[in-house]
């Protein structure tokens, strides 16, 4: 079965950086996209990533994250900056079409804590 698996995560003051990778044998050339859940809250879309290198980022996270991939390596990148507290959750990669490319292939998740 096809599988990803994220990494990275972890805990930082607010301000601090963190980055997370995603791969495995469920990674997807076409859209790759990162999405996070905090407790008690939805699952929210955060990044995605097109074939052609396109991206999509939402609205509360625009100009501290940036998505990014090597194909070449089956990899997928989100690198996050100037982190707030409310970006505290579990961040899971997903391949595949539809929403923030979360229609096919999911990763088990990585839990981001950020402390005020």
């Known amino acids: 079965q096809e599988q990803l698996e994220e990494s990275g995560g972890g805990s930082v003051q607010a301000g601090g950086s963190l980055s997370l990778s995603c791969t495995g044998s469920g990674y997807s050339t076409v859209c790759m996209g990162w999405l996070r859940q905090a407790p008690g809250k939805e699952r929210e879309g955060v990044a995605v990533?097109?074939?052609?290198?396109?991206?999509t980022y939402a609205d509360s996270v625009k100009g501290r994250f940036t998505i990014s991939k090597d194909d070449a390596k089956n990899t997928l990148y989100l690198q996050m900056n100037n982190l707030k507290p409310e970006d505290t959750a579990t961040y899971y990669c997903?391949?595949?079409?539809?929403?923030?490319?979360?229609?096919?292939?999911w990763g088990q998740g990585t839990q981001v804590t950020v402390s005020s």
């Open positions: 990533i097109g074939y052609d290198g396109s991206t």
């Open positions: 997903a391949a595949g079409g539809g929403s923030w490319c979360g229609g096919g292939y």
